[in-house]
């Protein structure tokens, strides 16, 4: 491979430069409870501040965004083959027994993961076994691999009559679109939602309850199914997610399952509006590659996310619920624009002008 | 909507810096013809820079990496309502027939977006029309919102029984998993591909032609299909996606549409390894939004992407066959680790000593 | 391969025997107009007969299901191979620019099929080539393979650079899952739609439009996106589609790309009920294969779809229309009834006793 | 609702009467074993019979057909609502720790019921429940919706703040296209493999071992990705079940799950051809509706899938697994074919002359 020298000879500059702004107040309720929360977030595309604060202001104003975290866990899938799927199953079945010997092998690579379960898929005298962890604070892709590179070859001992074919297996899986991150679980799981009365609509977001709800329906939900989406259903989550991994030292390349996002609104009997984002795939964590620089050092200070005195996994858990609150807010407010003819554009103009001024 | 005033009185840093280096060199042929390219990558994930390089140095040893460049356009999709299907059917098929008056329209929005083609889809009284632009040297996602804006108004004025819901419908489709931008297109489409002799695999992948089809098969394709994956066949596009548009200025929440690549490898008669990657999503632009900065201009500069005497559109095409031939590089390379029980770890362990010290 | 003979030894019955019902009356409107069309369905599943029948009185009551046919096509996708994807690329071009040399070979294989169109994906060196064609009456799959079987050696003679490698490359694609159907089409793309006041959902329905499309929402779209569902958004169309196509001699295999259906509901400004089911890829013939029975003939017959006068492919598009009325109605039963606790149940348990007795 | 005897006044035949053959012989090995079974095949495509027959044929030659029975379970999924997310996680919570109670409401509504799992999603504050039975030698349709009948009460009592949404939510799901079948299981799970040496490739299958595994690799399953597919890489696997499903008494609806099956091939260091299909989705019954027709019970008897002798559950495992089997050789009989250009269309219309003969 290349040396670092070799590779360093080329005068590009040494940090590519994206614009960051820090966003807000955010008010949340539920598993994370704060006021005036500012939350940086770093983008080229930077009409998304303002339309991010539009969406913080009004559910502020409303009472805040109410976030539950509703699972965490990191996962790795391992591939290795039988002679015929006969074994395949039999050897499964034992494997999975084994989950207390299991995790003292995983207990070798790491004092944080834990393996939580393991799930499986036999096609032909193939096996595709997926480990789930939990693994503190890291977002854990590297504890997973660890785990499983010592998994491997125990298991290979142990059990003679099956073969490696590889220590990742797709059906983990990272960074590519799949149903079964959403299903069995990867990533933070968070749910933000928020009751905004008719009156907040019309003054901060210039839309009803109804004609929001009516947009969500026809472009969220049956815009999604038809251009054959698979478990998505939101306007542009992968722009608010994109713009706060950068800005939190996170692996972005995760926003492709992050973008597996779903929202639901409806209108309250009351006549005000229910909406609300659940992304059950927000990969991040408040340690590990990219945490080291200063500026996202101090990006997890201003969120409150470098606490040591959180228990293990607080932090994360934390980053992940503000991660979820600022899509939320960049989905409610595009998709109020969206119900206006003309406003999106406008918008966009307006805002690119203002910042280039 | 807040001021920028507003939001730059909280003090995060004004930039997120993103460590960034040069890799290759590459050798391309094909659509674009260079040697000794040097392609910047800015990413928290470092070990991704002399894994890419390998892939590149061994591509070069062998020829180089031949980029094809098969389609480009740049997509919105509108929502539109009819009191029902009768009426929808027969409004689109009149609309269809119009294209030329509806180039008019859309000339009045940029003297660079030409429309290609109209496509749709009718549920129950709702239309889903999506508008295919070429939009020059932009990724073009304004132009085609501009062009939209100019054309909903001029609809409505035409056909009185529609009625306006949405100016985007989902159908488009931006940043979000589907099926639709593969098979009808959006962004570049460009395939990556290099015939490497057994001699070159093993002594720069440390591996067989035949070892690294094997994994090919079983972990990007079947892998991918056990997962419930959507035309998606690699294992870490996203990656080197993200790495290349950071450097150079591209809306990087696309990289989830471009993540849904297809690798294709066999072994040759001769014993040697084809390998390809297939990217019908790259959605890249050498102007427009973050190509202002000015490491962005240097590095397009660098690429000679910034080359004012290419004809209108070239700088953007050359800009994604490199892309393309970024994520090949990472591709051939990771799979050739994953072929070696315990080198995936051991590379990232060892590289991220080496990049801290 | 066998012959005749020897399977014919085993003696297992000459004819599975499928319970068969008529049920309605069918009243619609839009491209299809009749009044008191009984729809004859086969099926294990009884209870499905009185539920269908429910959902066609109250659809008659209302003025009955309007019908659109939007489009129709039958496909079949060749696979080919180049050396590299830069002959693939330039070698489609100029197969594409040739539309009209490949119908007439294509007028070789039958006087019916008339090719419409070609689309392709590359991936590598390979070429997926999906033709489309009008192929009259008969639903087609014959007539498509056969004009492959023609097209495949001519286009080997023509471009000697390019491989065999299959006449069916599953981008067609028959009977199975895929997006490529809904987006290209294939088959009849039928939508039905009604507006049924909200005293008629009460009396016949025993349910309000309000509680019908709260449940459309969330088990129709949203449960369908949670499944990991693929453009599918309906209930159980499945059923109806495999009723409707025993009877009336269908390929029933098809009820694969059928199923793949999708609801769309809304309560009206006055508060009645929107409901329609649009059906992409209804795959129907009024001959071919299964059409020449006796009771076969006799339900074609019944509804109108073996009439001599009509143009060419008219019988084929009544039936379409006719079968996607089918779906109409049991889905708008079956969603109806799900919307009341214990409902369901209770009805299956009655239907299935009435029907023993 | 319509009386049958309503439905019964229009002169339809009261039966479908569906061309039937057996074919064979089949050789089982592994969960079933058995020699010389012929299976009973009902289909208006009866070109299938003899493709099936000469799979069986050349798989008996090679020593027999490997199945291997992975799990098997039926599923409902019922919908409830919270308040908000926060209310729904931590009562999702409660409901997964009473396993036992559930299980006794459930032992209230059928004695052959056992529930296995739950599994959940949460969207805002929609709770989409999925309940995993074992259900004896049913299909378990019937007894999962008696079952979720009987727990939806229970659990609106002992939860005074959930509310009722759907006893059906399309995360079961039924017929219908989706991931989580796959994923969670639903059916019964079957591998189907043999090995084939080259040689009687050859004499019966007209191909070679790397021929085939050729087509494999670029049609199930390159062409099913590009299609948009979604967990699905065979070639017709539906035919099959259809004809299988509709001699046994089975609900054919159900093949629409049935027909994501994913294929894997071979080349084995000796040269020969290993081919197998794996088929997660089964949903087979050996009681139940449609058992109880004269010609499905002898049918039954037949295949020895009527043998009291057999534990409870016995006799649908072994129905599941010829199932499979004869999927499996409908599979390798077309995949063989279509290596050799023209072969597919000559040998249609040679059969389909001879049938009609």
């Not at 706060?244 to 509006?273: C, K, M, R, W």
Request: with cysteine.
């Amino acid at each position: 491979m290349a040396t670092m020298k070799e590779i360093s000879e080329t005068n590009v500059q040494p940090f590519a430069q994206i614009p960051m702004q820090a966003v807000g107040p955010f008010k949340l309720i539920g598993d994370v409870e704060t006021d005036d929360l500012m939350v940086p977030m770093a983008t080229y595309e930077t009409p998304l501040w303002p339309s991010v604060a539009r969406g913080a202001r009004v559910a502020a104003r409303a009472g805040g965004i109410r976030v539950t975290l509703i699972d965490e866990r990191m996962t790795r899938s391992i591939l290795l083959q039988a002679k015929h799927a006969g074994i395949a199953a039999q050897r499964l079945a034992e494997i999975k027994s084994r989950q207390e010997d299991i995790q003292e092998v995983v207990s070798q690579s790491s004092r944080f993961a834990k393996l939580l379960e393991m799930n499986s898929q036999v096609v032909g005298n193939l096996i595709y076994l997926r480990f789930e962890f939990h693994t503190g604070d890291a977002s854990g892709h590297n504890m997973a691999t660890n785990a499983a590179d010592k998994i491997i070859p125990w298991l290979l001992a142990e059990y003679p009559d099956l073969d490696y074919v590889s220590i990742s297996a797709n059906y983990c899986t990272d960074k590519k679109v799949s149903a079964v991150n959403g299903i069995l679980g990867r990533g933070k799981y968070v749910v933000c939602e928020t009751t905004i009365p008719a009156k907040l609509c019309q003054r901060y977001l210039k839309t009803t309850p109804q004609a929001l709800v009516d947009l969500h329906i026809k472009k969220d939900l049956i815009g999604s199914i038809v251009s054959g989406g698979l478990r998505t259903a939101n306007a542009h989550v992968a722009n608010m997610l994109l713009g706060f991994y950068l800005a939190t030292g996170q692996d972005a390349a995760n926003i492709v399952e992050g973008s597996q996002a779903i929202n639901h609104a409806e209108v309250t009997p009351e006549g005000d509006l229910y909406f609300s984002t659940t992304l059950p795939n927000l990969i991040v964590g408040s340690v590990g590659n990219g945490k080291g620089l200063d500026f996202v050092l101090e990006n997890l200070r201003l969120l409150g996310c470098a606490d040591d005195s959180l228990p293990a996994g607080g932090n994360a858990r934390r980053l992940a619920c503000i991660a979820g609150a600022t899509a939320f807010c960049g989905e409610l407010s595009l998709l109020a624009a969206q119900t206006n003819p003309g406003e999106l554009m406008q918008a966009h103009i307006k805002l690119e002008r203002q910042h280039k001024a």
